[in-house]
């Protein structure tokens, strides 16, 4: 059924002639003494039909549809001042008056009904389009019920406007005769506003210099809100219409509220913004050295920048990278940043030298917080003597040799917190693997070379999947792998949420291959870092598209799904974007269920399409329930005739085994599929995990 679509200058057109009669009308009643009171009701009619048609004009305006949170609140102040010149100017010449003996207060004079036909254009002008600003900022990273508490609050908005019209008194608690209904009709909106003021996480993602500045500038919007109601709405609106002095009201009263909780929350997040800049200063460089990664296959180049992305992202003030050298049987400095010629020349220092040494032996990364306290290590000041703590971490592949050390060093004492040495970690691992992709590029021309350098590949994409999984208490689980290549697309990992729930991430990015293997490691390094900011599955998934949309080719995308069980409440909790289904075979009712929620691949939208189509999902789960997450190579196995493998078949295999201990099922799973293939390879890379609750 086709909607009807009304042009938005009819609208526009319509509202102005309402407009024109009721103003008519208090003309009218104004000269006139005979009474009006059963027209009263059409002219609040009317009123509301104003709103409506003007909201329908004003909705689709681009400057109300803007996704930039700046952009958003900009406009909301610009809107907000317009208000306030737009009744100052207005009462300055007018200079109206009111009888507020009764409710609603009748004009005193002509000026005065003059002012409140146009405090009412004013009102619907502008109080409107702030409403809408709002809205916007409601639904930025909306939660599941969020659109419904709007529509309630709407509702409940309505009911008061017209529950004061009915019985003509003004939106006040109080509680006796007539009044009992209006208080009632308030107090549910006032719930509603308040529960709709909590939904401004949009303040997370503003950066620290836009924390402070906006904060400032809420307190002062505060109290300018605060103030607009006896400025703006008082007498005036309820001597043109009751129902829209209940609007302007009930408006006014959310505007406080969200304002209020809003710079509540701006106060909450300031201690924290420098943290919040940090990490997602941390993120994009992986981001980009994920890039670099794929793109830069020179190994000269390739620990130069590796060299000055680490320094700029953990604040050190020098750094520089050692690699091994297999003649030499020696570490030679492959790579420094703000390191001058001469300090490079004196650089065969014997302590930095027992400090490789011991790295190479233990496989661990060491931090110095103090050089000049510790006796072992005062020499290094002859070499420097800003140095107050030294950091460094070893670039270890995937057969366990340290390809080199990445170093690093600060001016003051106790410089590397626990976050800057993970992110030192984090590239020295980013770094085995640029170096090991670099080696595979410069041999392959030579077959056998690459095969093998590909193998090694395989063995570095292998030891960034867990090598182990997580002690789950009651929940025991066990993982599945195969390649259909050397290196392929497929990824999984385990995470502890912010909340101390269990969390596991699995993956397939399109494609096979090392183009696939290296987004998957891109991939995994992002995941890595946006678990630590982010709790909710939906939050992970919207923050990883947004990062990894520049990067991926247009013709590649990767399916993924978050998922974190929350075993106090037994609760699975999920989101999948493109990815399989998850089967949930529930013991007490012995069926295989297909968990399927929507949501679209990473890289296929920027991110407004992506967030509005990604769901996440909240089931119950009971003893010697079985959960199989897994990629579509196992789904899409195929035998010589065709036909695939199946998630049907896959659900059957965990009912008619759910007794057998999770590792047994593995077993029992490997066995079906090799004898529905019957000997035929797979086309595709397949990863299973299975969960037994």
């Known amino acids: 059924m086709k909607k009807i679509q009304v042009p938005s200058r009819l609208l526009l057109l319509i509202s102005i002639l309402l407009g024109l009669a009721t103003f008519f009308f208090d003309i009218i009643k104004y000269e006139s003494s005979l009474s009006f009171s059963q027209w009263e009701y059409v002219h609040e009619s009317l009123t509301v039909f104003i709103i409506i048609f003007f909201y329908g004009y004003i909705r689709n305006k681009p400057f109300l549809n803007q996704t930039d949170l700046s952009v958003n609140l900009k406009n909301f102040i610009k809107l907000l001042t317009i208000l306030y010149v737009w009744v100052l ?31 009412s254009i004013g009102i619907i002008m502008f109080l409107i389009p702030m409403l809408l600003i ?72 503003l950066s620290r210099k836009e924390k402070y500045s906006y904060f400032l500038v809420s307190v002062v919007l505060v109290w300018v809100i605060i103030l607009l109601a006896d400025f703006a709405f008082k007498d005036a609106v309820a001597a043109h219409s009751v129902s829209l ?61 590796i060299t000055q992305m680490t320094r700029e992202v953990i604040e050190s003030n020098h750094t520089w990278i050692e690699l091994y050298d297999e003649k ?56 420097k003597k800003d140095i107050g703590s030294l950091a460094a971490a070893p670039m270890i592949d995937a057969s366990g040799l340290v390809l080199g050390i990445i170093f690093a060093t600060k001016s003051h004492e ?28 410069k041999n392959s021309l030579e077959r056998e070379r690459l095969e093998r350098e590909l193998q090694i590949a395989r063995e570095v994409q292998l030891r960034l999947l867990p090598q182990s999984v997580p002690e789950t208490g009651d929940i025991k689980m066990d993982t599945l792998t195969i390649t259909a290549y050397e290196v392929g697309g497929d990824y999984y990992d385990f995470y502890k949420s912010q909340n101390g729930d269990l969390g596991l991430i699995i993956g397939d990015v399109s494609g096979k291959g090392t183009s696939a293997a ?33 990067s991926l080719e247009r013709k590649s995308f990767i399916t993924l799904l978050v998922a974190q069980i929350d075993q106090k409440k037994h609760l699975l909790r999920f989101a999948r974007a493109g990815h399989c289904p998850v089967i949930h075979y529930k013991a007490k009712e012995d069926k295989a269920c297909f968990l399927q929620p929507a949501g679209i691949a990473v890289g296929l939208d920027r991110g407004e399409i992506f967030e509005s189509k990604l769901i996440e999902e909240e089931i119950k789960l009971a003893a010697n329930d079985i959960l199989a997450f897994y990629t579509d190579g196992l789904s ?58």
């Open 89 to 119: 100017v207005f009462q300055y010449i007018l200079s109206p008056s009111y009888s507020a003996t009764n409710f609603p207060p009748l004009p005193d004079t002509l000026a005065g009904l003059i002012f409140s036909n146009l405090v």
């Open 134 to 205: 709002v809205k916007n900022l409601i639904y930025y990273k909306q939660k599941s019920r969020t659109a419904l508490y709007v529509i309630l609050a709407i509702i409940s908005t309505l009911i008061s406007m017209a529950v004061t019209v009915i019985y003509k008194l003004p939106l006040d608690i109080q509680f006796n005769n007539d009044a009992t209904y209006v208080s009632v009709a308030l107090i549910i909106s006032l719930v509603l506003y308040v529960i709709l003021g909590t939904n401004n996480t949009w303040i997370t993602y």
């Open 245 to 305: 002095a209940a609007f302007a009201n009930l408006s006014w009263y959310f505007l406080v509220i969200y304002s209020l909780f809003s710079s509540i929350t701006f106060l909450f997040h300031l201690p924290t913004a420098r943290v919040f800049d940090r990490k997602m200063k941390e993120v994009r460089s992986l981001h980009q050295l994920g890039r670099v990664i794929s793109a830069e296959f020179d190994q000269n180049k390739l620990v130069s920048i």
């Open 328 to 383: 030499q049987d020696n570490l030679i400095v492959a790579a420094a940043d703000n390191l001058n010629i001469k300090e490079l020349e004196a650089f065969n220092n014997h302590t930095i030298q027992e400090i490789g040494l011991r790295i190479i032996e233990t496989k661990m990364p060491i931090t110095i917080n103090s050089i000049s306290k510790n006796i072992e290590y005062s020499s290094l000041k002859k070499w």
């Open 414 to 441: 106790f410089g590397f917190d626990p976050d800057d040495i993970n992110m030192l970690e984090a590239y020295a691992n980013q770094a085995a693997i640029a170096l090991e992709n670099a080696k595979l590029v």
């Open 518 to 550: 290296f987004y998957m490691a891109e991939t995994k390094g992002i995941m890595q870092s946006i678990t630590r900011n982010f709790s909710s599955p939906f939050d992970i998934l919207v923050n990883t598209n947004r990062i990894l949309y520049d």
């Open 636 to 693: 899409e196995a195929m035998n010589k005739d065709g036909e695939e493998f199946g998630e049907e078949r896959l659900g059957e295999i965990l009912k008619k085994y759910s007794t057998l201990e999770v590792t047994e099922l593995k077993e029992k799973v490997i066995d079906e599929i090799l004898n529905f293939l019957d000997g035929q390879n797979l086309h595709d890379d397949l990863t299973l995990i299975l969960l037994k609750y």
